[in-house]
């Protein structure tokens, strides 16, 4: 089969077409037929730095969308034919690729009204932010949340999710991202390039600080955001955890979440893994019924995956970026 893979730990760019042998599924798993790969930041991460259990030449390639070609022993509730989608083992060969391996009871049915390179756009971003806001942080109607880079993937989808459940959502982007973020359902948008991010949401809250944030930057982004939490609040951190001295017991009796979707995958907690396809089936149902934008922005061909890594690593970009690998 036709894939893009990695010889060794490089920049995207390294990325290369070659023949690879055509996988076959083992017990438990899936032969899916790639129609649709979506890009993400891990992407260019564990390309960059590799991961313990490659062995190259390595296909990476962790959202895709496709119809089930194949099914290995002990396989029940799927037949060949069906269409489905699904946040893939960051550990084992992915979706960059014609055919592609995954494990039954994590996948999920392709969303109704949904076309395979929309429903590629959403697993590791959508998933994500769906188990931030409902799996972590437990939101509920007319709190106020604070959402770092809410025009791209994880944040923009969280800003949808947010505002469809009755939050006020305070967003941070550039503002030539401003009137997106405010589409997608951010009642105030603050420019962390040139404000104070943190005395903005004050005035937005009165002095009270935001009931949750949902920190898509870093742990020294998340630690600032310890400061902006009302008593009783909580942060969940997707890029790094914050600088936990800075909290102090007994003070605002706040909350702190760690959030690493793939991680299910190599946890071996078989409940876990299982919720990805939960999270697929509930996520995949709001999108079918346009409660939830694809936020896709750009479909592109196989070949051009590497310079679109390389785009994506810069940083700034706006919703998803799709590899569409059969027509």
């Known amino acids: 089969m036709k894939a893009l893979v990695l010889d060794q730990p490089g920049s995207p760019e390294t990325l290369h077409i070659a023949q690879m042998p055509d996988p076959l599924p083992g017990e438990g798993e899936v032969r899916v037929n790639v129609h649709a790969v979506g890009l993400n930041p891990a992407d260019y991460k564990f390309a960059q730095r590799g991961f313990r259990s490659w062995r190259y030449p390595f296909i ?36 960059f690729a ?90 105030e948008v603050i420019d962390y390039n040139t404000e104070d991010v943190a005395s903005k949401v004050y005035v937005i809250t009165k002095g009270r600080g935001v009931d949750a944030i949902v920190d898509t930057v870093s742990s020294a982004s998340a630690t600032a955001g310890l400061e902006m939490l009302a008593f009783g609040g909580a942060i969940a951190c997707v890029n790094g ?27 071996g907690d078989r409940v876990a893994q299982s919720d990805l396809a939960q999270i697929g089936k509930d996520f995949g149902n709001l999108a079918s019924s ?19 890594l390389a785009r994506l690593s810069q940083g700034h970009a706006r919703g998803k970026i799709v590899a569409q690998i059969q027509p």
């Not at 806001?133 to 993937?153: E, F, M, N, P």
């Not at 909290?247 to 991680?263: E, P, Q, R, T």
């Open 98 to 187: 014609e055919w592609a391996i995954a494990t039954a009871h994590t996948i999920a049915p392709l969303p109704q009204n949904l076309s395979f390179t929309e429903a590629a756009a959403l697993p590791c971003a959508g998933f994500t932010a769906y188990q931030t806001l409902y799996r972590k942080l437990h939101v509920q109607q007319s709190q106020t949340i604070l959402i770092h880079g809410g025009a791209g993937g994880v944040g923009g989808f969280a800003v949808q999710l947010a505002a469809l459940g009755g939050l006020q959502v305070i967003s941070t982007c550039s503002p030539h991202n401003f009137e997106w973020v405010g589409q997608l359902g951010a009642a």
């Open 290 to 308: 346009h409660k939830i934008n694809p936020m896709l922005q750009e479909v592109i061909r196989l070949e051009e995956i590497p310079h679109a």
């Open 60 to 95: 990476p390639g962790l959202d895709v969308a496709g119809t089930i070609d194949s099914i290995g022993k002990n396989v029940t509730g799927w037949k060949i034919g069906d269409a489905v989608y699904y946040h893939g083992d960051l550990s084992k060969p992915g979706g």
């Open 241 to 267: 955890l914050p600088d936990f001295s800075r909290m102090k017991s007994f003070g605002k009796a706040i909350s702190v979440h760690d959030v690493a979707l793939g991680g299910a995958h190599l946890s």
